[in-house]
């Protein structure tokens, strides 16, 4: 079946450092792929999303690319700020079907001034 | 706000037990999706409904159901708790559209005691 594997976390990270939050999955066909933020108290909220190879989505200064030939969706930001602190998921979605979605276990990140 | 609303925010209960919770999905989304969310087992989906019909099931016990009813609102029925269903459940809606992300709640906090 489908699978989404990423790095446990916590990523602790001083203000204005780089990220990179890797991802991996394993689907049939072509899925959409997603990264989710959810902060403190909160519920998950879209981050950006890449629908085709090669796409690249982007917000807030996060980035991250669909890469067909290593299956991957690593998450990227040059430089972060202490209101990024959250935990981030990278998920997919089937192609085809009702939209069921598969999550990974969830990055921690924590960044500190 | 994602438009999506879960009541109530928080439940506190005893084993054995049966409670209700209760979504109601953006304006225009028919699909919605039931998810468990707790510390040892991260986010796992439950089950998917579309338009009153059940759509996709995940790791959802027997104790538990779900129905969506012909407002599209939703309700999860948790039976003979248990103190491993302490968790954040989410509701989630989409419009089904291939790509297009999932809208999620603010979560309710069920507590067994």
């Known amino acids: 079946g489908d699978s989404v594997t990423q790095m446990e976390g916590p990523v602790t990270l001083s203000e204005e450092a780089f990220l990179t939050i890797n991802c991996t999955y394993t689907a049939t066909g072509y899925p959409s792929l997603f990264w989710y933020v959810q902060y403190p108290g909160e519920g998950l909220q879209l981050l950006l999303k890449a629908t085709k190879a090669d796409d690249k989505g982007s917000n807030k200064g996060f980035e991250a690319t669909y890469r067909k030939e290593t299956t991957s969706f690593h998450l990227e930001k040059g430089s972060v700020q202490v209101s990024d602190s959250a935990v981030y998921f990278c998920?997919?979605?089937?192609?085809?079907?009702?939209?069921?979605?598969?999550f990974g276990i969830g990055t921690k990140l924590q960044v500190i001034p | 706000d994602s438009g999506v609303t879960q009541t109530p925010k928080h439940l506190i209960t005893a084993t054995g037990q049966r409670v209700t919770l209760r979504c109601s999905p953006r304006?225009?989304?028919?699909?919605v999706y039931w998810y468990q969310q707790s510390l040892d087992q991260g986010l796992q989906f439950l089950i998917q409904y579309y338009n009153g019909e059940e759509r996709a099931k995940g790791n959802i016990l027997e104790r538990f159901s779900a129905q969506q009813f012909p407002d599209l609102h939703s309700e999860l029925n948790l039976s003979s708790l248990e103190l491993g269903d302490s968790a954040l459940y989410f509701c989630a809606s989409s419009v089904v559209v291939q790509g297009n992300e999932q809208f999620f709640g603010p979560g309710t906090r069920l507590t067994v005691l």
């Open positions: 304006s225009g989304d028919l699909s």
């Open positions: 998920a997919l979605m089937a192609a085809g079907g009702y939209q069921k979605v598969t």
